[in-house]
């Protein structure tokens, strides 16, 4: 058995040398093969050296998926950078935490983002440089600027399994985010695992609709397409139709979605008289796929989903089987070499199968920690390396895990991370309000929808609700706007004075 790159970005490059003419990308109906990918990360790279980036910097990714996203996510790695990943909804308030938090020298970006990036640009100290990858980049590089100026001479990328790879911001329930680091290491070891858990080979082409800011796209879909030279067809996003027919007119091997993605093809298919062959592999993940949507989907299409666990500071954890039984409302066991336990909340000890407790996880995929918060790190480990997920769950007696809930309150609604603190902290910049309450409720379409609580301010007149959605869609990602609104007098608050927020959830939900 060959063994194991140092990094995704050696094992594509090895790709690239023994096979330059396999296909690697197709994008808008034109193939990128393995050659024409390298050439450009390489000249990229070389640029980025020459205009000043060195190893360990830190450079933020914020564009939409494309193959420039791809070169220049290689091209960083090629001369030892660290890349940081950034939603494309993301806008003022979260752009300027996560640029300054891990200290970003060099943007890359695109028309549609730049005005965002140029809002907050003043206050970046340690940004230095934009590149913008389409349209006319004014005080900025350009793409076509880095392939002018960058020699297509290749050289060993100066990195190691251990140094850093990349950072990306994962979502918590108090304070703002905080940036996970994965090392080199860390992203083989996860890509290795769920190629071997998954059948996965070179001969496959994976469908990939998902957002390459996020880890199920770029450290699933994309890491391991290129750690076996398979292929992937890319799509800037899921349109529900163009996904529909591209699975019965050129259907892939794969395709991996989120349960919203799911429902959305199966309302598709209803009105549909076609219904596309069995692939190899349909795959969901970032939310819970409910028992119902599984169902459907097998009747419709004629094969099971195959449900797993995963998150930003570990990638993949659980899955379950590709050979034998998909259990509905699971996520299967922990995937090749990695490790999973249920604990108690409170004692961090070891549960029996059946009993709900924490998911805690152990393996060489778990994170290096969070980017300059060492405390938080410290609280997210147990001294004999188990990383508690903030998730709850329990494992039936054949060894499958069940997610029950989260300890923490983090909504995820269309396969999006949400944490409610920041939407209340929103909120309540906005002259009217003065107390909010932040929480999901399910939603059919979503997984989740973000409802919110609020108290209005009796000195000011009581907003309407349609005025503080759109207050909060000018300030935050899109997603992370209310679906909802209402007003109270006041918020029930136990004895310290915390919001009971579970009780809000069973007024509003009912």
């Known amino acids: ?155 060993d990328p100066p990195i190691s399994s251990d140094d850093l790879a990349l950072i990306g911001y994962t979502s918590g329930t108090t304070g703002r985010s905080k940036g996970a680091m994965l090392s080199h290491g860390n992203l083989v070891a996860n890509s290795s695992a769920v190629t071997a858990a998954w059948r996965w080979t070179a001969a496959d082409r994976l469908l990939l609709t998902l957002p390459l800011f996020h880890i199920h796209g770029l450290g699933v879909g994309i890491h391991g397409t290129f750690l076996l030279g398979a292929s992937a067809d890319l799509r800037r996003r899921f349109e529900a139709g163009e996904v529909y027919a591209a699975l019965c007119d050129d259907p892939p091997t794969m395709f991996f979605g989120v349960p919203t993605m799911y429902t959305r093809l199966i309302a598709k298919a209803k009105q549909q008289q076609r219904r596309p062959a069995p692939i190899r592999l349909y795959v969901s993940g970032s939310a819970p796929l409910s028992a119902q949507t599984f169902a459907e989907f097998q009747a419709l299409f004629g094969q099971p989903i195959l449900e797993r666990y995963g998150m930003t500071e570990t990638v993949m954890n659980l899955t379950n089987p590709y050979d034998g039984e998909r259990r509905p409302g699971t996520v299967g066991r922990p995937f090749p070499g990695q490790e999973a336990r249920i604990v108690d909340v409170r004692t961090r000890q070891p549960l029996p199968d059946g009993e709900i407790g924490e998911i805690q996880v152990r393996g060489p995929n778990v994170f290096k920690g969070y980017w300059k918060q060492p405390a938080a790190t410290v609280e997210s480990f147990d001294a004999d390396g188990w990383f508690h997920t903030g998730d709850l769950g329990w494992r039936s007696a054949d060894g499958y895990f069940t997610i029950t809930g989260r300890a923490r309150e983090l909504i995820i609604s269309g396969g999006y991370n949400i944490y409610p603190r920041e939407v209340e902290e929103t909120l309540l910049t906005h002259p009217a309000v003065v107390e909010a309450a932040v929480f999901g409720l399910p939603d059919a379409d979503l997984g989740e929808q973000v409802v919110a609580v609020l108290v209005p301010s009796s000195a000011a007149k009581p907003p309407g609700a349609e005025e503080l959605i759109v207050f909060c869609r000018e300030q935050l990602a899109a997603y992370k706007k209310p679906r909802q609104i209402f007003f109270r007098d006041t918020l029930p608050r136990n004895a310290l004075g915390k919001v009971q927020k579970h009780v809000l959830k069973e007024e509003y939900g009912a």
């Open 1 to 155: 058995m060959p063994a194991a790159p140092q990094s995704i970005a050696h094992a594509f490059l090895g790709w690239s040398e023994r096979m330059p003419d396999a296909p690697c990308i197709r994008f808008d109906r034109q193939w990128w093969n393995y050659a024409t990918l390298a050439e450009a990360a390489t000249r990229v790279a070389n640029a980025l050296r020459d205009w000043g980036l060195r190893r360990g910097d830190r450079v933020a990714l914020y564009l939409e998926n494309s193959p420039q996203f791809l070169a220049c996510y290689l091209g960083v790695h090629f001369i030892g950078g660290v890349v940081v990943l950034v939603n494309t909804q993301y806008r003022q308030v979260e752009l300027r935490h996560i640029l300054a938090d891990s200290g970003v020298r060099l943007c890359i970006t695109d028309a549609e983002r730049r005005p965002a990036l140029t809002h907050v640009q003043a206050e970046l100290t340690d940004l230095t440089g934009i590149v913008q990858v389409d349209g006319i980049a004014q005080d900025a590089l350009s793409y076509a600027d880095l392939l002018r100026q960058g020699s297509p001479t290749r050289a």
